[in-house]
Antibody
Framework: QVQLQESGPGLVKPSETLSLTCTVS????????WSWVRQSPGKGLEWIGH???????NYNPSLKSRVTISLDTSESQFSLTLSSVTAADAAVYYC???????????????WGQGTLVTVSS | DIVMTQSPDSLAVSLGERATINCKSS????????????LAWYQQKAGQPPKLIIK???TRESGVPDRFSGSGSGTDFTLTINSLQAEDVAVYYC????????FGQGTNLEI
């Protein structure tokens, strides 16, 4: 059974860059896409973006200018960077596996436990 | 953007009774070429990540009890939990994957 685990700093200063990594175990990268979703009290669950096993990415338009998702298949990891963070970016960040169809990824079938990111100086 | 709106925001149901949660999308999530509704339901218990329980609007994920069922098509969907158990206390979210990805605001189910 696949397991996902987020890691990274829990505190980021305003205007700086948030960086998180998701380590995947017990599963293969090649037949899924890999996503970041965040959850905050004010905005609920919000899809940030995803990356396919081939490295192609798709981002939420509202975050696209600040988001990069990358993949390291040799380490079974994928990562999120979010630049120029503000208090609005404070949330629990989840990494998740997506089931992929013929033309696109669909739903999220496995999730990490989540990591809380606070934005404060 | 497709906006997902759930009702009610909160729901209290007695043990053994039925819970019904509604989800409405701002545009249809039914893909005409394959006649599939691009809608999923998730259960999130306190302190845990969301868990996929229903995909394609009505297909239960493996291991999900059959008291959970999903129905609806187009823009209107329902999650029904029959014979409510104590372990069903959670927040439930609908999510569309027809165009990008968006979630409902959640429905808090209590006993």
């Amino acid at each position: 059974q696949v397991q996902l685990q987020e890691s990274g700093p829990g505190l980021v200063k305003p205007s700086e860059t948030l960086s998180l990594t998701c380590t995947v175990s017990g599963g293969s990268f090649t037949s899924h896409s890999w996503s970041w979703v965040r959850q905050s009290p004010g905005k609920g669950l919000e899809w940030i973006g995803h990356i396919s096993y081939s490295g192609s990415t798709n981002y939420n338009p509202s975050l696209k200018s600040r988001v990069t998702i990358s993949l390291d298949t040799s380490e079974s990891q994928f990562s999120l960077t979010l630049s120029s963070v503000t208090a609005a970016d404070a949330a629990v960040y989840y990494c998740a596996r997506m089931i992929v169809g013929v033309t696109k990824p669909y739903y999220f079938d496995s999730w990490g436990q989540g990591t809380l990111v606070t934005v404060s100086s | 953007d497709i906006v997902m709106t759930q009702s009610p925001d909160s729901l209290a149901v007695s043990l053994g009774e039925r819970a019904t949660i509604n989800c409405k999308s701002s545009q249809s999530v039914l893909y005409s070429s394959n006649n599939k509704n691009y809608l999923a339901w998730y259960q999130q218990k306190a302190g845990q990540p969301p868990k996929l329980i229903i995909k394609w609007a009505s297909t239960r994920e493996s291991g999900v009890p059959d008291r959970f069922s999903g129905s609806g098509s187009g823009t209107d969907f329902t999650l029904t939990i029959n014979s409510l158990q104590a372990e069903d206390v959670a927040v439930y979210y609908c999510q569309q994957y027809y165009s990008s990805y968006s979630f409902g605001q959640g429905t808090n189910l209590e006993i």
